[in-house]
């Protein structure tokens, strides 16, 4: 049930208004809010439908890598977590943009290399990509803030620095 609004005269004459406070969105100008962000309702649908596009390429390079193991990774692939990374760095969701750039540092290093991702490689990759998923529809969707995911983000720095160190000097 709403609050009542206090019982205040607009004008000589006129009867106090006893209506409905108006729901807390329309009370800070129709801003959205998920936890501690506050964005225009045109902002976050921009932002979160540029994010759920991105999070469907990382979908289609995934794919593309458990068809065919040969194909490296392209700059597409890392540019599209990058890419999320900052649309979620703008809006105030860290927590999206931290698993992003830790996909992307990740992804960079093996750009164009021939690097077949062994099954434990594939699955980082997938649970990764499945998390920002379901980070970013639960932003759009729920309006929920997003949980951060650190031990992917370990993981994937512990991945990424166990490949650096096992790469043949050039």
């Known amino acids: 049930q709403p609050e009542a609004r206090p019982a205040v005269a607009t004008a000589p004459g ?3 208004s006893t209506e409905p406070a108006a729901p807390q969105a329309q009370a800070d100008g129709d801003a959205i809010r998920v936890g501690a962000v506050s964005l225009s309702p045109a902002l976050f649908a921009i ?8 999070v469907a390429k990382l979908q289609r390079h995934v794919a593309d890598l458990r068809e065919n193991d040969q194909q490296p990774v ?3 692939f890392m540019r599209a977590a990058h890419t999320l990374a900052g649309i979620n760095r703008t809006m105030g969701f860290m927590q999206v943009a931290e698993l992003s750039e ?8 093996r ?8 099954a434990s490689r594939l699955a980082l990759l997938e649970q990764s990509v499945a ?3 379901t980070m970013c529809r639960g932003i759009r969707e729920q309006q929920l803030e997003p949980a951060r995911q650190p031990e992917l983000v370990v993981r994937l720095q512990a991945d990424r620095n166990a490949w650096q160190a096992a790469a043949p000097v050039t």
Do not use: G
């Open 131 to 133: 998390a920002l998923e």
């Open 102 to 109: 830790a996909l992307e540092f990740w992804l960079e290093q």
């Open 14 to 16: 006129e009867m106090p």
């Open 47 to 54: 932002a979160t439908e540029e994010a759920a596009s991105y």
């Open 74 to 76: 392209t700059y597409d």
């Open 111 to 118: 750009i164009d290399k021939a690097c077949v991702p062994d």
